[in-house]
């Protein structure tokens, strides 16, 4: 962890309500728009070279309702793969939580659904896999050196 140069603020509840917010923002905006508005990311690395977004819904594991989360995504074949790297917060966000517990995930690319089943790469798998991902959005990169933990790196695959 690069601890000197992990911000601050990174920790505090603000930006956890931030990221909430700003998520539940854009799922509205994508989904009303059909895909057209919300669907591209251009924030940090995003800004120069902006990065498609899907909507992923889980089942919440608590509550057994749906969850939708908008997330960059790097297709493989019919496989879609997500990061849950929540801006290198020090815990996973929710919805990587509730796939572990219920792996069957919808994505939503514009108007197209795709039935999936959810699992986190293993190993061999991330190590293969996060070169493409920090080429597509090169701040993974950076969130993996502000946090102790390994960045799930979750594969989709249709059911």
């Not at 990587?96 to 798998?125: F, K, M, Q, S, W």
């Not at 080429?135 to 059911?159: H, N």
């Amino acid at each position: 962890m690069d601890a000197d140069n992990r911000p601050d603020q990174l920790d505090s509840p603000v930006v956890a309500k931030l990221i909430k917010v700003g998520s539940r923002f854009n799922t509205a905006i994508y989904r009303i728009s059909g895909g057209r508005l919300g669907n591209k990311w251009r924030i940090g690395a995003g800004f120069r070279k902006p990065v498609s977004l899907c909507l992923l819904t889980t089942t919440g594991r608590k509550s057994g309702k749906p969850r939708t989360a908008p997330l960059l995504y790097l297709r493989r074949g019919k496989d879609f793969i997500v990061v849950a790297s929540q801006g290198g917060l020090a815990k996973n966000p929710a919805w990587y939580l509730n796939l572990r517990d219920n792996p069957e995930v919808t994505i939503e690319v514009g108007r197209d659904r795709h039935e999936l089943t959810a699992r986190t790469a293993d190993a061999a798998e991330r190590d293969e896999l996060w070169p493409q991902l920090v080429e597509l959005y090169p701040d993974f990169d950076t969130y993996d050196s502000w946090t102790e933990r390994t960045i799930p790196v979750v594969i989709c695959q249709p059911r």
